[in-house]
């Protein structure tokens, strides 16, 4: 050892001193960003005497398999209950005023006031005024579900092509990743990078990851198709323009395979997309049901059968385009509540007759009831009876078999509603997950700037020493060059 | 390895993950405390929702069949008023025929006949609310046609009559020769025909037998007017009309007797059948205040339950307000606190 050695050792501590230091700066420079890792500057001794830095990433695979998995979930559900509450508002309106149930309520009431003085003509027309809010809520109802449906399609087709994007950014990201650990060198930049990157792939389609060797990455979805494996796997979606009550969407493929849309209001939908399948085929479709149903209940209740009530039944107040027969029973002709109107027959703004609401005929003179005056009640009071008569409904609408059209408009509200609540309590609990497997993971690889600066502290007593280490040096050799002169 | 390590990142977000949360319950809390009633219903009951909009429609709907039923009532009281008028004139038209008897002139019952007439169709004619209340079902047309009128149907129909049987017109001098026994044939024949036969619905009235139905509960309806084709009127209508037609002082003093005699019976009878009429419309009254104390009650059960599901504690609520109000405090602080604590801040 001489003095020549220790000032050499000095020298390259101050350089590790100084990669230290560097490593601390990047490290408190990046504790509000979500996706770093912390990174820690080690010193490693490689020969006897000689020290190297090397900087060592933070992680937790587990815990970060966790996040993605609860982020999935999340983000699954919240896209749900988004599409439900959108539903409740644009169909049932604020507090359900503008349901159907409410304006079957009405129409009642109307029907109620009718029945006292069946000779008043306003009053007739104040009936037909209740069944027109009734067939507009049903139109607009429907027109919206459809409008949303139309609108689930844009976003699975901009989530389709985000996705695809972010697979190709993953593969500049892990052929990166590849490259660096081959040749050594430090990778962690571009690891920060690829688990953003595949945070932002799991709010869309649940992945699992295989890590290979060199580091290299594999990604499956749940159920075991590839999304990428060295190049990315191609995912495809075809939109619809517009949509009808009976149209079908199309499916979400990933490497060919389909992607399975979600079941049930705790959705097992996991990532957005399969969520928005779920609400364009499932929610939306079941509630068109729905509405159809009614739609059909309303227009067999106001049937005209006859004096005797032996004809062959047909629409009355309300009717559709396939009128004056009835829609077949118990099954559901999808698009009616967008179709059902009010016969021109009984509509005063249509040039009808109010009277033939209150006497029957506007199937013609066979189905007459009313001979005997203007103040016939029984035809009115038959049509109240009806709407709470029980009447067989399809199965296919979710709601009963066998109940009236008000309690069947009743229990889609129930229905709705009851999504909604379960919809709401399961993305409470997923987002508490979410955040609790967020905060454990950015505790386990996250910054600390307390940590941080006393590193820093400690580091600069090390370099403080090495550069008084390089005076003493220094000093001793002056004392020796003096002696010498 | 460290075993309890906090990144900054996640101590910030938890402390803006909780304030968010309490504020969201606050804002609910207020709202709840404000109204009464849960924030937003739907997510409260979920699939109980539907007995909230069930309860409220059924609610507004028995409401408004008290409403209606208020009209219907008004309707049986106008009637009973009439029907009251009606008795009222058969007993002033009584009387006269029972003084009548005692050799008044014909002229004074002939105008007490007349009287009676006019009455009876300007009370049988009466309309409420745009309804003619005798008619029956056909309310929009009058029911008694005017005996007065010129070229009235039924004056003309009760001459044809006296002109088929007799065999002579009624302006015939011969008409002084009809006896006490003839005109009771006549009376009990063709005339009992004019009121109680086809003829009453050809030639008198309008109305149909049959009254307006109204439904007066859920479940319940009631007919709620009574036609002027009742007994009880055809027999005033048929006692009046002989009276105020026959003794104009062509007939032989045994022959106004017969018709007085015929009259008084008809009008006693008339009486019983009105009162009669009157009692069945007071049980139909009873029964729509019956249901409309029914109605009360239900609304009143209804409002409670539909109190239950959807009301909030209010005394619950702001306590809860005010206890996250205290939260929110302590949060704020203590973030401020957790802020300020930094290493930076002792170097």
Redesign the interface.
Same mark, same amino acid.
Do not use: H, M, W
């Given at each position: 050892m001489s003095l020549t050695t220790a000032l050499g050792i000095a020298q390259r501590s101050l350089l590790s001193t100084g990669r230290q230091t560097g490593v601390v700066s990047q490290n408190i420079s990046n504790a509000q960003n979500p996706d770093y890792s912390r990174r820690s500057a080690v010193l490693i001794s490689s020969a006897p005497g000689a020290r190297t830095v090397e900087i060592l990433r933070a992680t937790n695979a587990s815990l970060f398999r966790n996040g993605l998995s609860a982020l999935s979930a999340f983000s699954g559900q919240a896209a749900l209950l988004d599409g439900v509450q959108s539903l409740t508002r644009s169909v049932n309106g604020v507090e359900n005023q503008g349901s159907a149930s409410i304006l079957i309520g009405k129409l009642q009431q109307a029907l109620q006031s009718y029945q006292t003085t069946p000779s008043n003509e306003n009053l007739g027309g104040n009936v037909v005024e209740s069944a027109r809010q009734i067939v507009k809520s049903l139109n607009e109802g429907s027109a919206a579900i459809q409008q949303f449906r139309g609108q689930m399609d844009q976003e699975i087709k901009t989530s389709v092509s985000e996705l695809n994007d972010l697979l190709a950014r993953f593969e500049q990201a892990n052929r990166a990743v590849v490259n660096a650990t081959q040749s050594k060198g430090d990778a962690s930049d571009w690891l920060d990078e690829r688990d953003a990157l595949l945070k932002k792939i799991s709010a869309i389609v649940p992945v699992s990851t295989i890590t290979r060797g060199n580091n290299d990455m594999v990604l499956t979805t749940q159920n075991g198709v590839t999304l990428f494996e060295t190049v990315p796997r191609t995912v495809s979606f075809e939109a619809i323009p517009a949509y009808s009550a009976d149209a079908v969407g199309n499916g979400v493929f990933i490497d060919g395979v389909p992607l399975a849309a979600g079941f049930g209001s705790n959705t097992d939908a996991a990532g957005s997309l399969a969520a928005k399948l779920q609400l364009r085929d499932d929610v939306a479709k079941t509630m068109q049901g729905q509405l159809d149903e009614i739609a059909r209940g309303l227009i067999s209740s106001f049937a005209e059968t006859g004096p005797d009530g032996t004809l062959t039944p047909l629409a009355g107040l309300f009717t559709w385009p396939g009128g004056p027969d009835l829609p077949p029973a118990g099954t559901i002709t999808p698009g009616l509540a967008g179709s059902i109107q009010i016969n021109a027959a009984v509509d005063p703004t249509a040039g009808g007759d109010v009277n033939k609401l209150r006497d029957g005929g506007i199937n013609g003179a066979a189905y007459v009831v009313n001979t005997s005056g203007a103040s016939y009640s029984a035809l009115i009071q038959k049509y109240s009876e009806n709407l709470d008569k029980p009447m067989t409904f399809a199965p296919g609408a979710g709601l009963g078999e066998n109940t009236s059209v008000t309690d069947f408009a009743n229990g889609a509200i129930s229905w709705l509603e009851q999504t909604r609540q379960q919809a709401t309590n399961a993305a409470e609990a997923k987002n508490a997950l979410l955040m609790q497997t967020s905060q454990a993971l950015s505790n386990e690889t996250g910054v600390n700037i307390d940590e941080e600066l006393s590193l820093l502290l400690q580091y600069e007593q090390a370099y403080q020493a090495s550069a008084r280490l390089i005076k003493a040096v220094d000093e001793m050799l002056a004392t020796l060059l003096n002696a010498v002169e | 390895m460290k075993i309890s390590?906090?990144?900054?990142?996640?101590v910030?977000?938890?402390l803006s993950?909780q304030l968010t949360s309490l504020q969201n319950d606050l804002m609910k809390a207020q709202q709840e405390v404000s109204s009464g009633k849960y924030a937003d219903?739907?997510?409260?009951? /979920?699939?109980?929702?539907?007995?909230v +909009?069930?309860l %409220?429609?059924?609610i507004?709907?028995l409401e408004?069949?008290q409403?209606?039923n208020g009209?219907?009532s008004a309707r049986i009281d106008v009637t009973s008023t009439a029907l009251t008028r009606l008795t009222t004139q058969a007993d002033s038209l009584m009387s006269a025929l029972n003084v009548g008897g005692n050799g008044n002139t014909t002229e004074v019952l002939r105008a007490a006949g007349k009287t009676a007439l006019e009455t009876l169709t300007g009370v049988l004619n009466s309309s409420h609310? /745009?309804?003619y209340i005798f008619?029956? +079902?056909?309310? %929009?047309?009058q029911p008694i046609t005017d005996y007065f009128a010129p070229g009235a149907a039924n004056k003309a129909a009760f001459d044809q009559a006296f002109e088929d049987h007799f065999g002579f017109p009624r302006t015939d001098p011969q008409t002084k020769d009809i006896t006490a026994d003839e005109m009771t044939t006549f009376l009990d024949g063709p005339v009992q025909d004019i009121f109680f036969g086809p003829g009453w619905q050809e030639d008198w009235s309008k109305a149909?037998d049959?009254g307006?139905?109204?439904?007066i509960g859920l479940n319940e309806?009631a007919e709620t007017?009574l036609s002027a084709n009742m007994d009880g009127v055809r027999k005033l209508a048929m006692a009046s009309t002989i009276v105020a037609d026959l003794l104009d002082g062509s007939l032989s003093s045994g022959a106004q007797d017969a018709v007085i005699s015929h009259a008084r019976s008809l009008v006693g009878e008339s009486v019983a059948d009105i009162n009669q009429s009157t009692a069945r419309l007071g049980l139909v009254d009873k029964r729509i205040d019956d249901a409309n104390e029914r109605m009360k009650m239900q609304v009143d059960i209804f409002k409670t339950s539909l109190g239950n599901l959807q009301n909030v504690d209010s005394y619950e609520a702001s306590t809860r307000v005010n206890n996250l109000l205290a939260q929110i405090e302590t949060s704020y602080a203590l973030t401020t606190r957790i802020q300020r604590l930094?290493?930076?801040n002792y170097?």
């Open positions: - | 390590f906090v990144s900054n990142y996640a910030s977000k938890a993950y219903v739907g997510l409260a009951l /979920g699939a109980r929702t539907g007995q +909009v069930a %409220d429609r059924d507004e709907r408004g069949l409403v209606s009209l219907v609310n /745009g309804e008619s029956g +079902v056909n309310t %929009d047309v149909t049959e307006v139905t109204n439904r309806t007017t930094s290493l930076l170097l």
